[in-house]
């Protein structure tokens, strides 16, 4: 390897490094949040589906996606399944 492949290859490893230091956790505490998925980007089996990412508006209080324990009624959602949206 050249020294300059070397180098690169460093300073991407670097960078990936410190990318994922200030990720949360895979294991950390997560809740259901209802009504705060965007479509498309819903968790599974809501509205009839079976499926995720299969949403198709905006904050239906139906659908749900995963978020950080305590910070759903913060970001405007519910722990609680509302009535199937539009």
Known sequence: MST???IMSA?????LALATAGAP???GAQEKCYGVAKAGENGCAANGHSCAGKATVDNDPAEW???DQGQCEAMGGSTEPGKKGA
Do not use: F, I, R
């Open 65 to 67: 996606k995963k978020v």
């Open 4 to 6: 300059k492949t070397t």
């Open 25 to 27: 956790a895979e294991d």
């Open 11 to 15: 300073a991407v490893g670097s960078l």
